[in-house]
């Protein structure tokens, strides 16, 4: 009669094993030759055969692994037979960042204050960076869109605007991850923000409401004062949200303010 389980191995959590598919292990592989700094942006990774060869793999499992690769933006494919075709390293993730992360905002259904409470960290970086940076910063393209803005546009034409405003001035701030992460939220956030304003009677003043507030964000910027730039963030960001999802956001706003 077998021996049934001693004491050690009850408490054990062991459990099935999960089957990983190999094109996975394939991807996971490449990932892993990034993470250790062996593969850099705009380095060559071996062909479709030579990394069958290599992983010992099927050619339609490193075929597979290539294409999501490809739809994640970690490798791009560069048809021809120069030194500059063939498989190579992303240069230039940030799009595929941006995506992602927006993507995984929409889908986490994060609450009002959540949200608030991430952008508000953003923003106040952003706008201190700039405005301590800026003899060195070019605010061309803030400004430009400021004079784009008026209460006459329509709401959509206006939003994007807004959006726009804050993602350059996270650009601004010479920071890339910020302004990826930054891009991903107003993103992520786009159509609440639309829906929020949708056939509000307010949305002539609250339009020009915003655009006061972005001018005197801007005004602090140019004129180097970070304390007043993150003060006029705060209050910009807190009144946002107080318009937009009064009943919702009122102990986020009430938090952040302390």
Known sequence: MPAGPDNKTQKMRLGPVKRTKTYELVVRQIKNEIFEGRLRPGDHLPGERQLSELLRVSRPSVREAIRILEALEIV???????????????????????????????????????????????????????????????????????????????????????????????????????????????????????????????????????????NNIFDAICAGDADKAEAMVREHIDGFYERAFEDSTEAAVSTLST
């Open 76 to 214: 791009r494919s560069r048809p021809g037979n120069s030194a500059d075709s063939g498989l190579i390293v992303s240069t230039e993730p940030s799009r595929a960042l941006t995506d992602l992360l927006g993507v995984h905002v929409a889908l986490s259904s994060y609450s009002i204050s959540e949200v608030v409470t991430v952008r508000m960290s953003l923003e106040v970086q952003s706008a201190r960076s700039t405005a301590e940076h800026i003899h060195t910063t070019d605010v061309s393209r803030i400004r430009a869109i400021l004079e784009q803005m008026n209460p006459e546009l329509d709401r959509e034409t206006f939003l994007d605007l807004d959006a726009q405003f804050h993602v350059e001035l996270a650009q601004c701030a010479n920071n890339a991850l910020l302004a990826d992460l930054m891009s991903a939220l107003r993103e992520a956030v786009r159509r609440p923000m639309a829906e929020a304003f949708d056939n509000d009677a307010k949305w002539p003043e609250w339009s020009r409401i915003l655009i006061q507030e972005h």
